[in-house]
Structure formats: C-alpha cells, structure tokens
C-alpha cells in the first residue's frame, strides 16, 4: 500500500522568505512517480514536478526547487523569496509504476497551506 | 495541450434529486479517467476508475449505486450523484491519462463544487 505524509498542515511566511514544504512517502515498488501539485482558492489543481523513482536528481525551476531523496523516502519542495501568489494548498502525491491494477492512481497527502503575509 | 473540462463548474440541487457532472478530455484520448472527492480543508480521495468501455472500479467505501460512472467514450466521462442528500456536498475533480502516456501523469478538470440543499 501506498502513502504520502506532509506532516505541516498550516504554514504562515512573511514575503520574501524561503520555505520548504515537507513530504515523506511510503511504497514497495520499486518504480514510482512522485508528484507535486498547487490548488489556489480557486480549486483548480495546477500540476508543478514529476519525479520518476530512478531520477534522484534535484531540479530547480524559477524559484520552486525540488529535493528527491530516495534515503529518507523524501520529496520535500522549497519556494524561495516566496510571493503572495505562492500563497495555496500544495498537495504531494504519489503513483506506482507497473502494470497492476492499481497502476496509474494517485494517493495524495492531505496538503498544506500555506499563506504568504505580504 | 492535455486540457480537462468539467461541466458544469457548480450546482445546487435539492435533497433527493440527482446531478450529473461531465468530464471531458478536449485534446486527447483518454482511456483512463479518475473521479476525486475533496470535502472543505481535505485532501483530494480518489472514488473510482473509469476506462472506456468498461465498468468502473470504485474504492471501498464507494457507494456505486449512488455514484454511477459511465466513460462512454476515449473523450467523456460522466459522474452521476443519484438521490442527493446535503453530506454529498463537496468538490468533485475529474482527472484523464492521456492514451499512450508514457509516465504516471494525470491532467486535472477545474473541479465541480455541489451544494445539495
């Protein structure tokens, strides 16, 4: 069985700081996809980063960066200098690879949000 | 491209009547859809699995007979909530993956927020 742990609920920023939302997953597969995605108030999931089990490599796009660590089972995500618009729900997910039955769905963790104080 | 629509994007409906909410892939064949469920301050709960052609699979807990999945084609897919009552409320998210998809990548709806009265 599949899951996805973000153990921060409600995190609080002033403009411009860095934060790093936290995300710890769980799977006996050994091909996996890891997810990240944005819901604004709006509610419409805004899809960030996929990160296929075998690719450890770290990636940066702007100012979101991603950290993959296969060690600790993490796949923690940093805004740096954040924005008022970075201000959402940010959902971690995760999907198996393989060709099962349950291939293809998605577990989520039960998000954070944060909030961007100007 | 991979563009999901959602139709319609809210209702309010009373008890006991029943709604249906289409899912639609615009720009590709789709021959898996997920149906999600996301009650206020929740995280997204997967309901069921539509592939085209085939009966849904739901998840446990799932009442199939009160929500009724028909994926009629590579490009729709439909969620019907039968007899509506008030703790149907919530926001329902369709998501497609894309025919021939190499990765485990999902393309979301906007979401459709019900309120039953």
């Known amino acids: 069985a599949q899951k996805v742990t973000q153990a921060q609920t409600e995190i609080s920023v002033v403009e411009k700081e860095d934060v790093t939302l936290d995300c710890v997953y769980e799977t006996r597969d050994t091909t996996y996809y890891l997810f990240w995605y944005k819901q604004p108030p709006s509610g419409e999931l805004v899809f960030l980063i996929r990160r296929n089990s075998f690719d450890e490599q770290n990636e940066i796009s702007g100012r979101y960066s991603w950290n993959f660590q296969k060690s600790t089972s993490s796949f923690n995500f940093t805004i740096t200098a954040s924005q008022v618009v970075d201000s959402a729900v940010y959902f971690c997910a995760l999907s198996e690879g393989g060709s099962g039955a349950g291939s293809y769905q998605l577990t989520f963790g039960k998000g954070t949000k944060l909030s961007v104080i100007p | 491209g991979a563009v999901v629509s959602q139709h319609p994007s809210w209702v309010i409906c009373k008890s006991g009547t029943s709604v249906k909410i289409e899912c639609r892939s615009l720009?590709?064949?789709?021959?898996?859809m997920f149906w999600y469920r996301q009650f206020p301050k929740q995280s997204l709960m997967l309901m069921a699995t539509s592939n085209e052609g085939s009966k849904a699979t739901y998840e446990q807990g799932v009442e199939k007979d009160k929500f009724l999945i028909n994926h009629a084609s590579l490009t729709l897919s439909t969620l019907t909530v039968t007899s509506a009552h008030p703790e149907d409320s919530s926001f329902y998210i369709c998501?497609?993956?894309?025919?021939?998809?190499?990765?485990?990548?999902?393309?979301f709806g906007p979401g459709t927020r019900l309120t039953v009265l």
């Open positions: 720009d590709f064949q789709a021959t898996t």
């Open positions: 998501s497609a993956r894309k025919f021939g998809a190499f990765y485990n990548e999902q393309f």
